[in-house]
């Protein structure tokens, strides 16, 4: 089912993977690269989906009354992490998709928790903790519920950290010194315990993901109050370049396992769709 995504004047050529009239978002590549991973509201509240590369046989995971969200694969075995409001706070859970049973990450912290990552090493996972909506730090902890650790703690929002290939980092947003709601871009070495700033406060910057070499980040950013586009730089933040021109937003990249394509999430007709964009394939 896949269909040709609204046309650019620049960049590279796109498919749009996923066409109906509810939201699709949060898409990845499992490591072989031949199924993709998402969340969608398409059943009337938010649940776990995979289709083929080509956004064939969309099929649901888990049947459930719950917002099961932000699915997130496990590099090295079949099993999915997400999170889910099922026991009232939310949640970090584990769906292992050859026995089809659920196991909850048991965290000793009584908020929300969210935005679960795999570290490379498929043993530990990175996720955000809410003190409050204004005060979201970053933690760490195995799957099975050891090593709990804090990474980054201040009194900002911290949303969203990804391990970086190699696992000795972690990339993510916030609005850290910043004024109003700008976001920017923050990796911090795991092993030296040091920060640094991708990205400028005049950008509104979100969403980073590594690439599976390590040598780039894609993102996206709102400059000078336009939509979000989708941006390629460094992972030292040099050479940014811009990589989608569309007049709509686009949100949350993710690359291929070879790092020849991007999925994003792209508005189109008021809800979110799955596109890729071709790397090697430019207009």
Avoid at 118 to 133: I, L, M, Q
Avoid at 186 to 195: R, T
Avoid at 199 to 216: C, E, I, L, V
Avoid at 265 to 280: A, G
Wanted: hydrophobic share 30%; net charge neutral.
């Amino acid at each position: 089912m896949s269909h040709c995504c609204i046309a650019q004047t620049n960049g590279y050529k796109e498919v749009q993977l996923t066409d109906n009239t509810f939201d699709n978002r949060y898409a990845s590549y499992n490591k072989s690269g031949d199924l993709i991973l998402f969340e969608s509201n398409r059943d009337g509240h938010w649940q776990i989906y995979t289709m083929d590369v080509n956004g064939n046989h969309q099929k649901r995971l888990i049947n459930s009354i719950y917002n099961d969200r932000r699915p997130a694969w496990n590099p090295l075995k079949n099993i999915v992490l997400f999170e889910s409001d099922r026991s009232g706070t939310n949640e970090l859970y584990k769906l292992y998709l050859d026995t089809n049973t659920i196991q909850k990450i048991p965290i000793s912290l009584n908020g929300n928790k969210s935005f679960g990552q795999f570290a490379p090493n498929g043993v530990d996972v990175v996720f955000n903790y809410e003190n409050t909506s204004e005060d979201i730090d970053i933690y760490s902890i195995t799957h099975n519920g050891k090593r709990q650790k804090m990474l980054v703690d201040d009194t900002y929002k911290k949303l969203r950290p990804i391990f970086s290939p190699k696992g000795n980092s972690i990339v993510y947003f916030t609005n850290k010194n910043n004024t109003g709601d700008t976001d920017v871009i923050y990796v911090y070495n795991l092993f030296l315990k040091e920060k640094n700033k991708l990205t400028y406060f005049k950008d509104q910057s979100q969403h980073p993901a590594y690439s599976n070499n390590g040598r780039r980040i894609a993102y996206s950013t709102s400059y000078k109050d336009e939509q979000p586009e989708i941006y390629i730089m460094d992972s030292d933040g040099d050479n940014k370049k811009r990589i989608t021109f569309n007049d709509t937003e686009d949100i949350l990249p993710h690359w291929s396992p070879k790092d020849i394509n991007i999925l994003v999430s792209r508005l189109i007709n008021n809800n979110y769709q799955i596109c890729k964009i071709l790397l090697k394939e430019p207009l």
